[in-house]
């Protein structure tokens, strides 16, 4: 959509990858951050949240919070931004990145995204960055009705399919 195109300008990858490949910071291919994690490649960083289809006033949930690439990229989008990065280094360094390049709308999180974040829900979004074999239910309770996660499902490594669930009803 134009509108994620447009938060993708907006958003210097550049900040959000390690000095050794800044030069690679504009390839569409997935980049190391560190502690055996990489930065998503833009194509799908701009699918996965194009498939939310946020409103200005959407509060989105994302695990996964890696260089806080995808964050701010949502930032754009939505009203608030609840990120949760389980490796606490990253986390650390996401949240201050995102703090010295001025985003306000971005809350991080250093804990385990499988359980979400039950104490900011409901979410009208939920972005789940890494792979799991299927998707965890207590982030689909806390997201609202109407609500939409995102997330690949499948094998580190083997078949992943990236999975659109709407939440229709209550339970």
Known sequence: SQKVMGAMKKVDRSKFVLEETIDEAFKNYPLGIGYGQTISQPFIVALMTHLLKLNPDAQVLEIGTGSGY?????????????????????????????????????????????????????????????????????????????????????????????????????D
């Open 70 to 170: 995808q964050s701010a990229i949502v930032s754009q989008l939505a009203a608030q931004v609840y990120t949760v990065e389980i490796i606490p280094e990253l986390a650390d360094s996401a949240d201050k990145r995102i703090k010295s390049l001025g985003y306000t709308n971005i809350s991080v999180r250093s804990s385990d995204g499988w359980y979400g974040w039950p104490e900011k829900a409901p979410f009208d979004g939920i972005l789940v960055t890494a792979v799991a074999p299927s998707v965890p239910p207590q982030l689909l309770s806390q997201l609202k009705i109407g609500g939409i996660l995102v997330m690949p499902v499948g094998e580190v490594g083997g078949n992943q399919e990236l999975v659109v669930v709407s939440r229709n009803k209550k």
